[in-house]
């Protein structure tokens, strides 16, 4: 099977997922990235059965609308029960690399609310050790120099992003995204939580200490659930 076969594999039983584990006329979050495609995607064809969709980016809430499913604001409600998202790398704990979309600080919000977070990847994204993906870092501009010398104390190769026309990549928000080559990652939690401590610091695409409750693994035998 193709990686994108596996990618829509997973979506599809991401959106079993919600038609079984949520009731009915909630409201469901949504992450970002071409493997949540084919969860929203999926999710259309049952687009009565819920209220709506938080969204965690642009490319995301467009989608969504483009298939004719709310996009609510976080500030109208108060509880969610389930965030489906992908990974760029997801360990044995549900500790994750996400931000290889740029959209990271939008889902760390997301799946700060929800109860569930259910984290869909295709095998090659699953690891015994974080860090082999670059880690993404968003980061205020002005801030941008001193946070490359900082993450490069810690052993390191950060990168400014670029966008496809070699500009600096901008995030929904307005920032800038530094991805951190070749960083050894032991204490997945513990690291968080001192990049996210560093003034002008937006966030870190380590989801350690808010991971995935539930992992939905597509390999050539199918889909895993991994609790
Ligand atoms: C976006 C993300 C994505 O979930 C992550 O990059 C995986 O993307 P894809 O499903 O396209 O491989 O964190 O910010």
Redesign the pocket.
């Known amino acids: 099977m193709t990686q994108d076969e596996l990618?829509h594999l997973v979506g599809r039983a991401a959106a079993n997922y919600v038609l079984s584990n949520v009731a009915q006329g909630a409201v469901v979050g949504v992450?970002?990235?071409?493997?949540?495609n084919f969860f929203i995607d999926e999710l259309a064809a049952m687009k009565d059965r819920f209220r709506g969709a938080i969204s965690s980016?642009i490319a995301s809430t467009e989608r969504l609308k483009k298939h004719g499913i709310s996009v609510l604001e976080l500030d109208e409600i108060e509880t969610l029960p389930v965030y489906v998202?992908?990974?760029?790398e997801i360990d044995h704990s549900g500790h994750m690399i996400?931000?290889?979309?740029?959209?990271?600080t939008r889902?760390k919000i997301v799946a700060m609310v929800a109860q569930t977070f259910v984290c869909i990847?295709d095998e090659s994204?699953r690891v015994d050790r974080l860090g082999k993906f670059p880690l993404?870092v968003e980061v205020i501009p002005m801030a941008r120099a001193a946070l490359m010398r900082r993450l490069a104390a810690l052993g390191g190769e950060p990168v400014v992003r670029l966008a496809k026309d070699q500009s600096v990549f901008v995030t929904d928000n307005g920032n800038t995204i530094i991805d951190v080559h070749g960083l050894r990652i032991d204490d997945p939690e513990a690291l968080e939580a001192e990049i996210n401590g560093w003034p002008g610091i937006v966030t870190v695409?380590l989801f350690a200490q808010r991971g995935a409750n539930i992992c939905l693994l597509g390999s050539a035998k199918g889909v895993e659930r991994i609790d």
């Open positions: 990618k992450g970002t990235g071409s493997t949540v980016s998202d992908g990974a760029d996400k931000g290889g979309g740029g959209a990271l889902e990847v994204k993404p695409g």
